[in-house]
């Protein structure tokens, strides 16, 4: 049965409007899908009646989170790889498990992924790299069928390898630049905008080490002519720095901007090690930073400067990455984890207030997908 008219009555609703009205006793009422009135419950009742009432008393009534920093596929192998940096997490655990996936254990790991989403409150996802073998049409239907919204990245890459490490990828995760650029193509052309306007195709470019500049540089240009978003991995451990401090000269940000790849369609998940130079680039043109606490504090890969980044003027969202790298996909941990590991490291209670990381999971990470509208 869908229903036309919801009305959630009696919580407290946390607004996150521009004015952060928090209203007590009060009613969201959804009709058509669309949120069309907010305000004491009293006044709602009286002037409409719904279809379906949800009694919220005692219950706060809070914008969906928006998870901007998601790997689908990564799910089914939740708890493969503990005690273990990056590189060795990748080569050793995580791209041998995902390089024997086919499209039916891709799409299982997906509707697990998408239901731990949905029961604590995330309702909008942007998920990084779907390698062609996940099949990107089944967890497109999945998508459809959940009434999540889905942001659904392909993997484009040219280079086996993670910044000087060559070759290391599994030869089951390879793909080619030409028919990666192809695939985005023809997946944004069968779903992007579908499911009511739920699903979206980006690009989801490999980290430093995985494509050439000039793949870079086709990526950039093809979401322009598509009019459509890039994200990537970046800065997420020291060797993006090293790495594009040896082969370009340049801070990774730099790089990237180089090559055309910083804009307001860009997010860049961790950020870990950009540096303070780099901020005001990302600030200027508008591109985001996926902050995924959880994932950097289990493969001890450093701390993200986020309250620098915001004073800097940087939009943050909120990530909780994947099963392996955090054990589990739950925005309210993941809020909880960026609150604390920030005040520690500051000595500052005052530092990532509750109001700042529930802006990070909520509006900007709306902002950071395209759909703060
Ligand atoms: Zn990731």
Redesign the pocket.
Known sequence: MILTSILVKGGTVITMDPRRRVIRDAAVLVKDGLITQVGKSADIKSQNRAEFEVDASGRAVLPGFVDT?V?LAQALIRGCADDTSLIDWLQKFVWPLQGNFDAQDGKASAELCMLEMIKSGTTTFLE?LLHTRYGLDGIAESVERCGMRGILSKTVMSLPGYGSEKSIMHPGMVEDGETCLREVESHFKRWNDRADDRIRVWYGARSLGGCTPQLYKQIAEGAKRLGTGITM?LGEVQEDVRYAMKEFGKTPVEFMDQVGLVGSNVVF?HGVWLGEKEWPILALKGATVAHCPSSNMKLASGITSVPEMLRAGVNVGLGC??GPSNNCYDMVREMKTASLLHKVRTLDPLTMNAETVLEMATIKGARAVGLDG
């Open positions: 920093h790997h990084s991995h998940a990455d994947g």
